[in-house]
């Protein structure tokens, strides 16, 4: 409260402040009225008063006396003003009175407040934090109180320490002396006591060879003592001799090794008692040589390691100083000591040691001979294989020499066939050296046959082998094949040998595996895969080898990939693709000195689709009839596929190994699988079980498990027995789906799978989950939708799979899910990534049509083998270039004043709904004369990219264009759509008056939202004269036509009756006639009265409530009531049928019921027909009296008596106005 009540009084304050400047600024205003400059002039300096005043009051800390000041301030500045006033003004300024008065009183009150508050808090019990820091500020007083009264002396111990004394005590106070470390400054002088540190002991000793030098805590009076131990030298020799027992005895250095060393005993000796004494702690040992030292010979070595080792007799152990970080060396460019410097906190024997090590090498020493044992020289005969480590296996074929004119056919080592040496690096660490050394292993066909070490000597490894060559023929050709072709022993490849000039080399002799055999008349010779043709006797010239043909019932040309080599070299002369056509062919040379060795390689090549999906072209229609127009979309779906090639590498002297696959298809066997979908799923099956058939080398086990609301499974069959299996299932009613069944029961059988076999488990459904399974075994869920538990508990049995290698989850057109609200092919998408240990996981959602090329996708994923060394190539096709474009007929137009929109989707999913894209505010826009003024655009999210997709609209070439960006490729499996408004044509209207439609809608263009299908198969007018998707696929251009919608005309049917003159239509239009229009027959069940307006040209309008129409399917009887004023009622009536679309037939009676004409004509504005009926009157004949008739009289006299009436009452009305 007292808080509050100062800073009230403080605001107060300081608006009395800016109240009493301004009115002090205006007083001085009123007082200066000669002239404007002054008055501003004074004006101005008071306002800068009134804002040092405020600045100076404004401060909630401000003291009293700083209050006071602010106010002498204000007084001065007052005075001054008036000082001013006085020079132009009349009357002398009373500022400083109200200052006293007034504001003075205020501060000394707010004075009061604060002091009373200050008292209040002072008196209030403080926290725990101003208590701790009020008492720690007491104790810094009480601290710096003491200091200030006691004066500390500093006296030296002469040790690097001082003790602290206080001389001036007071009588009965005592100080407690204490000791401390001095503190001291750069030149080593205690800054309390004035002790200067003592210079650091440094003791030295000096030879020939080096000097010794030692740092650190030295023992007092104690002096340096070392003794180099020397061999040469009578006094130490003994001990020298020690040092090397005791190396060779605790250490891995012996007398196999190259080593040497040069040691000291190093000691401290007291002065006085000539006793060894140790440091007081770590001393710094420096040598410093006077020429480099090496006790050993280092030259040709591999590695030389120097180490400091201390013969710690304290622990009896040899230390490694080096190793330990203690000792640090400096060697020249031969590993010569020059310095040397070790800490140690004890003195004994210290040893510098080298060790020079050469790492093992392995030599193969080759033999060249030919295959009669004879020698061949020719190469140098030798390899170094030194550092092939890691157990680096070498193909004897690749060691060998490649000796000109000469085939390599074996090698051996003690007379034993071998083809592969692998070489073993060991790299060893003993705690002085390091060292490598090697290991040879001698292998044929995997089998070892020798084994050689190195060992950790330095020496040189020699594998000495035989390697027999034979002598190579004019020319070879040899075939090889790969894949399961490379096994085929009934094909032959067909080659013909031409020369130089094009023509056959026939009868020409050759040898396959030393079987003679001569070209045919045509230059022809054969061959199977792995066998050579060896010509021995060619002339000297060019050749032409022509592989012409395969000789064979299960493969052709388009199965292979074929390359050609030449000799043993790794890179083709030639290469054929599969699809190749031409000839596949290589040109050589004969010479002596060149023999070419041609080998044709024909690779077997597997050719599938990984995935495959044709385009789709969509147009629809949907008749609006609220607003009377119609939404017309079209959809694009593009074709894509991925093709995948397998180009097997694997020779003719290799193993093909089939590949095993245990494979599990999950079948929904739901009610609503009954008709074309089951059906899709057998044929699809049966497509897929082809495929395996044709694959030699894929062992396949099937089990068919079908699910719906509950589960059950068959035993594992055989490929063949598949599809009977398959084709027998019967869908039943009143099934439900369950996936979690499925699933669980999966997992179960996959127990049963093959040991090494790859687990497959293919799962098929058209609808979303209804169902799960209880812990108990009893079915969960209601039957009808997908609940947050129906789902959880699906996702928890694909995470149970966990004996599944590879997971495919197929949908069949599965929609949106709205219990979960989620898409179908994330539904699947998310069972797909659930299973935990599958390594290939794939979901689509896809149409049930589409379900057998899916399955033979997956056939031929699923069965192909590979090895390493074949060549996978992997092809994706998508649309590219691509431009959609809707002509509009002449039968519709474009809606004025609507809006158009363009549609990307994934599957069920609008690409904005899931995060893939953006359409919103991006409409395209028609103006009110059918034009575009804006184009629809749709931001599609790929990756990083936006890619935006454009729709426009051409009004003057009737078209609607949906656009991608310049070599765009619709890589995803998106579809494109516009849907835009159209209404009929003048055109559409006027023909169906004349000849009715003319056209039949296609199929399937009907909106699926159309309550009322209005198009397929319906009669009615094209939308559009062709729409086209234009686009480049697979290196083709295209030309793809959408089907057509057809629109119908809706009519509305109005009647209107006009009253006019005898001229009819051409007349005058006449006001006021009342009519009557009654329901015709005995018991008229309603009647509407009617009358003209002169305002509306005549027209009759009838006494009907607001939305109020005359019932059709009626027929009326219209009367005349009245007539105009001056024209005779007619006794004309008509009969009015109205037909159920308000179409009126109208027939004219006249007063004694004979039918007339009327006059009628037909107006028709847009799909409004107005039939206009004329009803026509006469004008009134009037028959005046003949003049001197008896008429005349009475008349006059009933005038004249009018007359005279109206005088008297004019009279008398006068006379009572003079009366009153």
């Not at 070879?476 to 490379?486: E, L, M, N, R």
């Not at 379900?851 to 074949?870: C, M, P, Q, R």
Request: hydrophobic residues 30%; aromatic residues 10%; charged residues 25%.
């Amino acid at each position: 409260m007292k808080r509050n009540r100062l800073f009230n009084k403080i605001i107060s304050l300081s608006l009395i402040f800016a109240l009493y400047f301004s009115m002090s600024a205006s007083a001085f205003a009123e007082l200066e009225t000669d002239t404007e400059s002054v008055n501003n002039e004074t004006v101005s300096e008071e306002v800068k008063v009134e804002e040092s005043a405020t600045e100076m009051h404004s401060d909630e800390s401000t003291e009293a006396n700083e209050v006071a000041t602010g106010n002498e301030s204000v007084d001065n500045q007052q005075n001054m003003n008036a000082d001013k006033q006085n020079q132009t003004a009349s009357e002398p300024s009373n500022e400083g009175g109200v200052v006293e008065q007034v504001i003075t009183p205020i501060v000394e009150e707010i004075k009061e407040a604060v002091n009373e508050i200050i008292g209040d808090e002072a008196n209030s019990e403080e926290s725990e934090e101003d208590q701790l820091e009020a008492e720690e500020d007491k104790a810094l007083e009480e601290e710096e109180k003491t200091e200030c009264e006691h004066e500390l002396s500093y006296t030296s111990n002469k040790d690097g320490t001082h003790t602290v004394t206080c001389d001036n005590l007071e009588e009965g106070e005592e100080f407690e002396e204490y000791t401390e470390s001095c503190e001291y400054n750069d030149e080593g002088v205690c800054i309390k006591c004035g002790y200067h540190k003592l210079p650091e002991s440094i003791l030295t000793y000096e030879d020939d060879e080096v000097i010794v030098t030692v740092s650190g805590a030295i023992p007092e009076k104690a002096d340096l003592k070392v003794k180099p131990i020397k061999a040469d030298s009578e006094d130490t020799a003994a001990e020298y001799t020690k040092v090397k027992e005791k190396l060779n005895g605790e250490t891995e250095l012996n007398d196999n090794i190259n080593y040497g060393f040069v040691a000291y005993d190093i000691c401290f000796v007291n002065q006085e008692t000539s006793e060894e004494v140790e440091p007081n702690g770590d001393v710094t040992v420096k040598l410093e040589y006077k020429q480099a030292v090496l006790p050993i010979d280092v030259s040709g070595k591999d590695k030389v390691d120097v180490s400091v080792l201390h013969f710690n007799e304290q622990t009896d152990k040899i230390d490694n100083l080096t190793s330990e970080k203690k000792a640090d060396l400096e060697l020249d460019n031969n590993s010569a000591l020059t310095k040397a410097e070790i800490v140690t906190d004890s003195f004994s024997t210290f040893v510098v040691t080298w060790v020079s090590t050469n790492n093992a090498k392995v030599i193969l020493n080759i033999k060249n001979r030919d295959i009669d044992g004879n020698e061949l020289a020719v190469g140098d005969g030798t390899k170094d294989l030194t550092g092939f480590g890691d157990e680096q296996a070498q193909l004897v074929n690749d060691l060998v020499e490649h000796i000109a004119n000469h085939t390599f056919i074996e090698a051996k080592y003690n007379n034993q066939v071998f083809d592969e040496i692998k070489i073993e690096a060991y790299d060893v660490g003993y705690y002085y050296y390091r060292t490598t050394y090697y290991r040879v292993r001698i292998f044929n066909n995997d089998v070892e046959i020798a084994t050689l070490d190195s060992g950790d000597s330095d020496n040189k490894l020699t594998v000495d082998i035989q390697a027999y060559y034979k002598e190579d023929s004019n020319l070879s050709v040899t075939k090889k094949a790969t894949g399961v072709a490379a096994t085929d022993t009934n094909t032959q490849y067909e080659f013909k040998l031409l020369d130089a000039s094009g023509a056959p080399v026939a009868n020409e002799g050759y040898s396959i595996d030393g079987t003679k055999y001569h070209t045919d008349a045509n230059g022809i010779f054969k061959l199977k895969a792995s066998q050579k043709a060896e010509f021995d006797a060619l002339n000297e010239g060019e050749y032409k080898i022509i592989e012409s043909a395969i000789i064979s019932s299960d493969y052709n040309f388009e199965n292979f990939v074929t390359k050609v080599y030449l000799g043993t070299d790794k890179v083709p002369k030639a290469e054929y693709a599969a699809t190749y056509t031409g000839s596949r062919e290589y040109e050589v040379t004969v010479t002596d000195a060149s023999r070419p060795q041609v080998v044709f390689k024909n690779m077997l090549t597997y050719t599938y689709p990984v995935s495959k999906s044709d385009e789709q072209l969509s147009k629809f229609i949907k008749y609006n009839s609220n607003s009377d127009d119609y939404n017309l979309s079209l959809k694009y779906l593009p074709p894509d596929e991925t093709v995948r090639t397998i180009i097997y590498g694997q020779e003719e002297d290799q193993v093909v190994t089939n590949k095993v696959v245990d494979i599990i298809m999950v079948i929904d066997v739901s009610s609503s699988m009954a008709g074309e979908n089951i059906k899709y799923v057998k044929d699809a099956t049966k497509a897929m079980v082809k495929v395996f058939e044709s694959k030699p080398d894929v062992d396949a086990k099937w089990k068919i498990l079908e699910f719906g609301t509950r589960a059950s499974a068959g035993g594992w069959i055989n490929t063949e027995d598949v599809y009977p299996e398959v084709s027998s299932i019967e869908i039943g009613s009143n099934i439900g789906t369950n996936y979690d069944a499925g699933l669980t029961l999966a997992q179960s059988e996959m127990a049963g799978a093959r040991a090494g076999a790859e687990r497959i488990v293919i799962f098929l459904t058209d609808g979303q989950p209804t169902f799960y399974l209880n812990n108990n075994g009893s079915v969960g869920g209601n039957g009808s939708s997908t609940t947050r538990t129906v789902y959880n508990e699906s996702i928890n049995a694909a995470k149970a799979l966990t004996n599944c290698d590879a997971f495919y989850a197929v949908g069949m057109g599965l929609g949106y899910i709205d219990g979960i609200n989620m898409y179908g092919i994330t539904l699947l998408e998310n069972l797909a990534n659930a299973v935990p240990n599958a390594k290939t996981k794939e979901a689509t959602n896809i149409k049930a049509s589409e379900v057998g090329a899916k399955f033979s996708n997956l056939a031929g994923t699923i069965s192909t083998t590979t090895t390493g060394e074949d060549e996978i190539h992997t092809v994706n096709y998508y649309a590219s270039n691509v431009v959609i474009t809707d002509y509009l007929s002449e039968y519709v137009d474009i809606k004025p004043n609507s809006e158009f929109y363009l549609s990307i989707m994934d599957g069920d999913a609008e690409l904005q709904d899931i995060g893939k894209g953006k359409w919103d505010g991006l409409d395209g826009h028609i103006d009110a004369n059918g034009a575009m003024t804006n184009a629809a655009t749709y931001e599609v999210y790929d990756g990083d990219e936006t890619i935006i997709v454009t729709a426009t609209y051409d009004s003057a070439e009737r078209k609607m264009v949906i656009s991608f960006p310049d070599g765009y490729e619709l890589d995803k499996r998106y579809s494109y759509g516009v849907t835009f408004k159209v209404v009929p044509s003048d055109l559409a209207y006027d023909t169906y008056l004349e000849s009715g439609y003319n056209a039949i809608g296609d199929e399937g263009t009907d909106n699926v939202t159309a309550q009322t299908p209005t198009s397929s198969g319906k009669e009615g007018f094209r939308s559009n004269t062709k729409a086209t998707a234009d686009y480049t696929y697979k290196s083709n251009h295209y030309e793809k036509l959408f089907p057509h919608p057809v629109i119908q005309v809706y009519y509305k049917n109005v009647w209107e009756i006009y009253k006019t003159d005898g001229d009819g239509k051409a007349g005058v239009r006449l006001d006021g006639a009342q009519f009557l229009l009654k329901e015709a027959g005995d018991n008229p069940q309603s009647a509407y009265l009617g009358v003209s307006k002169g305002e509306e040209e005549g027209k009759i309008t009838w006494d009907l409530k607001e939305d109020e129409a005359v019932p059709v399917e009626k027929t009326y009887m219209l009367t005349e009531v009245s007539a105009p004023t001056g024209y005779a009622k007619s006794g004309e009536y008509w009969e009015i049928a109205l037909d159920a679309d308000n179409k009126p037939t109208v027939t004219a009676y006249t007063p004694q019921g004979e039918t007339t004409e009327c006059e009628s004509e037909v107006v028709r504005n847009k799909n409004v027909i107005t039939y206009k009926f004329y009803y026509k009157n006469l004008l009134q004949a009037i028959e005046l009296p003949n003049t001197g008739g008896t008429g005349t009289d009475n008349t006059n006299a009933i005038g004249f008596t009018f007359i005279m009436l109206s005088t008297y009452l004019f009279y008398k009305n006068k006379k009572k106005q003079k009366m009153a």
